[in-house]
C-alpha cells in the first residue's frame, strides 16, 4: 500500500519543489517504488524531474477531471532512468490553473485526487505530492489524499509565524475532510549552521514541535539550485555533493518513520 505525503508550506520560494524531487529520486535510489504528483500549474517539479511540461498528453489535469487515469497519464524520464533513479511523474502545466474554475461546479471536488490515487495503490510504495504556494482548491486535494504533510522551511524570523496558519489548516481538513491527516514532519531546508539567528530558529522549532522535527536537515548547497536548469533533481546532478547526501539520508528517515507508523 503506497504511503501519500503533502510537501506543502503556503510560502513561496521555501524549497517545496526541490524537497519533493530530491526526496523522490532519494527514495528511487534507495530501491522504493515512487509516484512524484506536480499540484502546481508553474510544472517545476514536472520540468525538475526531466520531463517537459510542454510536451505532455495526458497530466495530472486530466486526472482531475477524471478523463484519465493515473496508469494512463503519468511520464518517465530518460536521464532518471539512465541514473538509476527513476520514479513516476503525473506532470502539470499552465491548462492546470483552469483546473481550479473547472472543479468548482463538480462534485466531490476536493476528493479527486484521492480517488485516482487509490487505483494505483498497489503501484507505489510512496506517492509524494508538490503542492502550489496557496491553500486552493489543488492544495486541497492534496491533502485531502494524503496520509501526511511534510513542511519544509527556512529556520527564518517569520517561519513559526508561517507555521500557524498551516498548522490551523491541517487540523480543518483533518476534522473536516480527512482523518488520516497529520504532520509527519518539519524539514529544516536551506540550512546553514554558521547563522546564528538560524540555529536559533531550530532549536525554537525542536522546543516546540520535538520529534515532529526530522532529524536529516538540507543545507543551503548551489548544487541543488543548479540541478533544474538540467532537468534533473540535484541527487541526479550531483550525487556526491552536501545536498543530494542529505537528501538521501532524508530518504532513509521517511523509510524509517513509515516503518515506525505500520508498528
Ligand atoms: P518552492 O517550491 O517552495 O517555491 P523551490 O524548491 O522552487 O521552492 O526553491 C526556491 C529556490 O530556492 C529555487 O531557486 C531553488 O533552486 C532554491 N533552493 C531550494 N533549496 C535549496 C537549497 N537547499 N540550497 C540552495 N538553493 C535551494
Ligand atoms: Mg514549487
Redesign the pocket.
Given at each position: 500500500m503506497a504511503k501519500i505525503f503533502c510537501v506543502a508550506?503556503q510560502?513561496?520560494?521555501?524549497?517545496?519543489?526541490?524537497?519533493?524531487v530530491n526526496l523522490a529520486a532519494g527514495l528511487a535510489k534507495i530501491g522504493q517504488r515512487v509516484l512524484m504528483v506536480d499540484l502546481?500549474p508553474q510544472g517545476?517539479?514536472t520540468m525538475g524531474s526531466g520531463v517537459d511540461k510542454r510536451a505532455l498528453k495526458l497530466s495530472v489535469y486530466d486526472v482531475l477531471l477524471e478523463s484519465a487515469s493515473i496508469a494512463e497519464a503519468h511520464a518517465k524520464s530518460d536521464k532518471l532512468i539512465q541514473a538509476g533513479c527513476s520514479y513516476d511523474v503525473l506532470g502539470a502545466n499552465r491548462e492546470l490553473a483552469g483546473a481550479e474554475v473547472e472543479l468548482v461546479d463538480l462534485e466531490r471536488r476536493e476528493k479527486r485526487l484521492k480517488q485516482a490515487l487509490a487505483q494505483a495503490n498497489d503501484d507505489y510504495d510512496f506517492v509524494l505530492i508538490?503542492c502550489p504556494?496557496s491553500l486552493s482548491m489543488l492544495t486541497l486535494n492534496g491533502l485531502c489524499s494524503a496520509h501526511g504533510v511534510i513542511v519544509?522551511m527556512q529556520c527564518e524570523y517569520f517561519a513559526l509565524e508561517g507555521l500557524t496558519d498551516l498548522v490551523n489548516t491541517i487540523k480543518q481538513v483533518h476534522a473536516n475532510l480527512n482523518k488520516d491527516l497529520q504532520i509527519i514532519g518539519l524539514l529544516r531546508?536551506?540550512?546553514d549552521p554558521r547563522i546564528t539567528l538560524q540555529m536559533q530558529v531550530s532549536d525554537q522549532l525542536k522546543a516546540h514541535f520535538g520529534d515532529k522535527v526530522f532529524d536529516a536537515v538540507?543545507?543551503?548547497?548551489?548544487r541543488?539550485?543548479e540541478?533544474?536548469s538540467y532537468g534533473v533533481p540535484g541527487v541526479v546532478f550531483d550525487p556526491a555533493s552536501k545536498?543530494a547526501q542529505a537528501f538521501v539520508t532524508f530518504a532513509e528517515e521517511m523509510v524509517a518513520r513509515i516503518q515506525s507508523l505500520k508498528s
Open positions: 508550506n510560502k513561496g520560494g521555501v524549497g517545496k519543489t526541490t524537497t519533493t502546481d517545476n517539479a508538490d504556494p519544509p531546508v536551506m540550512f538540507i543545507p543551503r548547497n548551489v541543488l539550485a540541478a533544474p545536498g
